[in-house]
């Protein structure tokens, strides 16, 4: 066993397994508290919607579009300049937030935007109907009819921000990714890639299993 | 009081406005029940949907208690549909909320109650709905004619003026159908409240309502009294309505009436005049013999009807006709 994973120094890894925690959970926090009321206006200006807005809905659409075809790894690159400008360091755990938010806002705004979609329009005329003004509808309404769509949008978010903060170890932005790149890849040292990978999936199942439940619980359908 | 003065709809459709309703004048009076019955498609939806605003009228007036409502800004407008409630189709209920919080909703929206008010109020209507024990259960643990009554809950809680109803029952099943109506009925006849009922079922509008419009591609072609227009259905449409909720088919009726001997009449008896036994009596004094082709006994909400297909052969038909008038039964000769 020990020869086994000779190369595994476990403190890096415990290190290594922190700083994901934080990326991840850091960006998570992020991108909902952009991307929910991003998700909202996206709804709103949409056709046929409380505010209908073209203009304004293609704006958004058309920033999020970009922002969500850009390939991350490239992503990552391009916002190097405006994270040194935000934060001062493109590097470490710090440096890969922004760009991890850059990524995880618009993409979950998306899934705001259609949990909203499937919230039945007879409710938001039930609520129009009872003197709502636009601010309750969203808030007394919409928002709590959509809660599991929008939790189960968190879990996906928070899988693809995990998946997002591990390729941020090419441009050294620290966590298990970094790990597996550095040991891992440069090194040749198999034993930190399998270790590295295996606490990666392990990640993923409890974000997945605990955003089910969370979605089961709010779902009173 | 609801007066439409020359209101009307129509909808944008790639440059072309579709009508969805032709300009109707129309009063509706305070503490009646007042139907409106079409196809789907006829414009009913949309008319009632003009009287809280959800639709704004392209172009009339709509005076409520004398005050029109198409003039308000939206805070006014909000203050307005407070006063006004509705109930739909398929409820809709959050399905967020528990019933007593779908009940509080409509008061903690107006922002102008207590919470000590709202828990008051909330229980008092969980009592008029008889669903007190489904207080902290969510919409989808509840039966459909539950949750139509949790809609109903919903909409007195501001103590509306007006209620207006969806196709309330269109989703509900006879027997559950029947206790809404009551439900409604009760509420109308306690509370005083206005009720605007739209439905594509004449039944539900001969159990409830006092007076009825019928709707056809998106004008009212005829408009009066139930017992009126239920029993003297002037307009086509309305017939093809009254048939169907009597479950008449019009083209073997007439081939019925092929068969039959000697004259064809139609009796239509209303209130008291219901229990009397009048055809042994005219038989004996005019000497006629008669059969009876078909009949159906019923009530239009309170009042007793019924009406009575006759052929008569022999005897003296001026005196027979004489004795069913002066009985104040209503005669129509078909043959």
Redesign the interface.
């Known amino acids: 066993m020990e020869a086994l994973l000779s190369n595994v120094d476990w403190s890096e890894i415990g290190w290594a397994s922190w700083d994901t925690l934080v990326m991840v959970g850091m960006s998570l926090l992020f991108s909902v508290l952009i991307g929910l009321p991003i998700g909202v206006l996206l709804f709103l200006t949409g056709k046929r919607q409380l505010l209908e807005q073209p203009v304004a809905y293609a704006v958004l659409s058309f920033v999020v579009n970009v922002l969500r075809s850009v390939p991350f790894i490239i992503l990552l690159i391009v916002m190097i300049p405006f994270t040194v400008m935000l934060i001062g360091t493109s590097l470490g755990v710090a440096g890969a937030i922004p760009p991890l938010v850059a990524g995880g806002a618009p993409f979950f705004a998306r899934l705001v935007e259609t949990s909203l979609r499937e919230v039945?329009r007879?409710?938001i005329?039930?609520?129009?109907?009872?003197?709502?003004?636009v601010r309750?509808i969203i808030f007394?309404?919409l928002l709590?009819?959509a809660?599991p769509g929008i939790i189960a949008g968190i879990t996906v978010t928070a899988i693809t921000l995990v998946s997002y903060a591990a390729m941020s170890g090419v441009i050294g932005g620290g966590g298990l990714g970094d790990l597996a790149i550095r040991f891992g890849y440069q090194r040749f040292q198999t034993d930190v890639m399998v270790i590295t990978v295996a606490l990666l999936v392990i990640f993923v199942q409890v974000l997945q299993m605990v955003g089910d439940r969370l979605v089961l619980y709010?779902s009173?359908? | 009081m609801i007066v439409f003065d020359q209101v009307q709809k129509s909808y944008q459709v790639g440059g072309r406005a579709i009508p969805a309703l032709h300009p109707t004048d129309m009063t509706i009076e305070t503490g009646e029940v007042f139907g409106i019955v079409g196809h789907s498609g006829a414009g009913k939806s949309t008319l009632v949907r003009l009287i809280n605003l959800l639709e704004p009228p392209t172009g009339g007036r709509i005076l409520i208690d004398d005050e029109d409502i198409t003039g308000y800004n939206p805070s006014e407008l909000r203050a307005f549909r407070r006063k006004v409630g509705m109930i739909f189709q398929h409820f809709n209920l959050l399905s967020s909320k528990t019933v007593a919080d779908n009940i509080a909703f409509p008061m903690k929206l107006a922002g102008i109650y207590s919470k000590s008010e709202i828990r008051e109020r909330v229980e008092e209507l969980l009592a008029r709905v008889s669903l007190t024990d489904h207080a902290n259960k969510y919409p989808s643990q509840l039966s459909g004619g539950q949750k139509q009554r949790v809609g109903i809950a919903r909409a007195l809680a501001c103590r509306p003026t007006i209620l207006l109803c969806d196709e309330a029952t269109s989703a509900l099943d006879p027997q559950t159908t029947q206790s809404v109506l009551k439900l409604l009925a009760d509420i109308n006849r306690e509370l005083g409240l206005t009720i605007v009922l739209i439905t594509h079922e004449m039944d539900v509008v001969r159990r409830v309502c006092d007076r009825v419009a019928v709707m056809d591609a998106g004008r009212v072609v005829e408009m009066g009294p139930v017992s009126e227009v239920f029993l003297h259905p002037q307009h086509p449409t309305t017939r093809d309505f009254v048939f169907e909720s009597e479950s008449i088919d019009h083209e073997e009726l007439q081939e019925d009436l092929q068969k039959a001997n000697g004259r064809i009449l139609r009796l239509t008896f209303k209130g008291e005049s219901t229990y009397q036994p009048l055809l042994g009596s005219v038989a004996r004094k005019s000497g006629v013999d008669f059969s009876i082709l078909s009949g159906r006994i019923d009530h239009i909400k309170d009042t007793p009807y019924g009406q009575l297909t006759l052929s008569l052969v022999g005897g003296d038909l001026d005196v027979a006709m004489q004795e069913f008038e002066a009985a104040d039964v209503h005669v129509e000769v078909l043959r």
């Open positions: 039945d007879g409710i005329e039930a609520t129009q109907a009872m003197g709502a003004n309750q007394g309404a709590p009819e809660l709010f009173r359908k």
